[in-house]
């Protein structure tokens, strides 16, 4: 009960968001809503502003939600373990987000929005490991944004068996392409911080996330998708672990 009271404490006092922070999440909402609606500025190869200012308005809606839920998650997580995330927005991968959807139409999607910077509350991390950050536990908090980016478009896919609509539809792809995105192994990514982190985590949630995207797509139930996909992580992972963790270490 001492370290829930604890972590509602530092949530009050740690994680409001810095103007640096709000400015650059703004940003890259626009941006990324721009390009996952840029197909969508009129009908049958006619431009229409009312049309596109309509869509780009829904997809401003689904990113935001989607980039608050995968950095909240994050942020409360560190918190929990006596570390503060810093989100940095990556200018360069959302400028290479534009460039991809003018060149290919729309049609790619190149989330790249930024990635995590981790500091440690002094005084609020005694007995655990060492009082410093540690490449593991920065692995964790990383990767902890990327599972709640998947599990929100597993929520959604639930929902849309009851009621299904265009603008859910759109919020399931961009979040199962968000949480895709985010594990590529370039920082500042997500998926940087975990691979370096722990190569055994990151190679358990890749299997995973991946696994879970495909099924996401595929006509059976959130239930058995979520079953399968960790099943297949698992599989996936130990026959990973034999074949190039155990080598490294017995050679």
Request: aromatic residues 16%.
């Amino acid at each position: 009960m001492g370290q829930f009271i604890d972590w509602v404490d530092k949530l009050k006092r740690y994680y409001s968001f810095t103007p640096s922070e709000v400015k650059g999440v703004i940003i890259a909402i626009l941006v990324l809503a721009f390009i996952i609606s840029f197909r969508e500025w009129g009908k049958e190869g006619q431009f229409s502003a009312a049309i596109g200012l309509f869509n780009f308005f829904n997809a401003v809606l689904i990113v935001a939600f989607s980039m608050l839920i995968h950095i909240s998650v994050q942020r409360m997580w560190s918190l929990a373990t006596g570390h503060r995330v810093e989100w940095r927005m990556w200018s360069f991968g959302l400028l290479l987000g534009l460039i991809f959807a003018f060149l290919s139409n729309g049609r790619i999607w190149l989330l790249l929005p930024g990635g995590i910077i981790i500091h440690h509350l002094a005084g609020h991390r005694l007995g655990w490991f060492r009082y410093d950050i540690n490449f593991w536990a920065l692995a964790l908090i990383a990767v902890t944004g990327c599972y709640a980016t998947i599990t929100l478009a597993a929520i959604m896919k639930g929902i849309s068996g009851i009621v299904s609509t265009s603008l859910l539809q759109k919020a399931i792809a961009f979040n199962v392409a968000y949480a895709l995105y985010s594990m590529i192994p370039i920082p500042p990514l997500d998926g940087a911080r975990t691979f370096y982190g722990s190569r055994m985590l990151y190679a358990f949630s890749v299997f995973g996330i991946v696994s879970a995207a495909i099924l996401l797509h595929m006509n059976i139930s959130v239930i058995l998708a979520a079953i399968f996909s960790f099943i297949i992580a698992v599989v996936l992972w130990i026959s990973y672990y034999i074949v190039f963790e155990d080598k490294a270490w017995n050679p």
